[in-house]
């Protein structure tokens, strides 16, 4: 997990205030991801369900550091078919 939150800070410091970034990950790199945004602990992690294909949103407060949780584990609709 701390390696992952790591890279995440790198991400995040050259990342403009207002502006978006994308992590495309294995569901491990997701759940260390979100885990640490819902305060859970690294023990915590297998129970995370995240779909595959899935997109889950948090946003960063550049000042406060707080992490907003917007949406985990969306899939939307693909295709002729609802995502399940």
Do not use: N
């Not at 390696?3 to 991400?11: N, P």
């Not at 205030?17 to 569901?27: E, N, Q, Y």
């Not at 949406?71 to 995502?83: D, R, T, V, Y």
């Amino acid at each position: 997990k701390s390696r992952v939150l790591k890279a995440r800070d790198e991400l995040l410091s050259i990342t403009d205030v207002g502006r978006a970034s994308a992590v495309v990950s294995h569901l491990q790199v997701t759940r260390a991801m979100l885990s640490e945004a819902l305060g859970m602990d690294v023990t915590q992690l297998a129970g995370l369900k995240i779909a595959t294909a899935s997109i889950t949103c948090v946003d960063y407060c550049a000042t406060t550091g707080e992490q907003v949780v917007r949406f985990q584990s969306f899939k939307p609709e693909c295709g002729l078919e609802e995502s399940k």
